[in-house]
Structures are given as structure tokens and as C-alpha cells.
């Protein structure tokens, strides 16, 4: 299987948790030495969601999605 999906979580926990597709650019062009950035993936979009909502229940923090990134 391949991952399809990818959610931003920031270790500061001060920013909207975002879920995006694997070959957005925002994940591609990520920064991978980046020591705040917690970057999960998801095999399909109902996984991301759950994972989503638990660490934005957990860090009390609001999530998002981006139009594009939204499953066709
Ligand atoms: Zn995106």
C-alpha cells in the first residue's frame, strides 16, 4: 500500500492541524530537518481524519483541509 494522505502537526501545537494529499507541495517541499514539524501519513482519507481528530482533540487545536487536497 501506499501512503495517500499526510497530516501537519506542529510540535509547538499553536497552529491548525492541516491534512493534505502525499504529493502536495506543502508536504514535498517540506523542510525535513525541521525539529517542529511532526508530519503523520495515512494510508487512505478516513485513517487521516481519525488521526486528525484525535490530536486536534488532544492539543486542543483547531483542523483543517485544503480544497485541493481533498479526496476526488
Ligand atoms: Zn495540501
Known amino acids: 500500500m501506499v501512503y495517500r ?3 501537519y502537526h506542529d510540535i509547538p501545537k499553536s497552529h491548525e492541524i492541516k491534512i493534505h494529499r502525499i504529493d502536495c507541495s506543502s508536504y514535498v517541499n ?5 525539529v517542529n ?3 503523520r501519513t495515512a494510508y487512505d482519507f ?3 481524519l481519525t488521526i ?3 490530536l486536534s482533540e488532544e ?8 480544497k ?3 479526496p476526488s
Do not use: E, H, L
Open 5 to 7: 494522505f499526510t497530516i
Open 30 to 34: 517540506r523542510d525535513p530537518g525541521a
Open 37 to 39: 514539524s511532526d508530519w
Open 46 to 48: 478516513q485513517t487521516a
Open 52 to 54: 486528525t481528530k484525535k
Open 59 to 66: 492539543d486542543a487545536v483547531n483542523y483543517r483541509m485544503y
Open 68 to 70: 485541493k487536497c481533498k
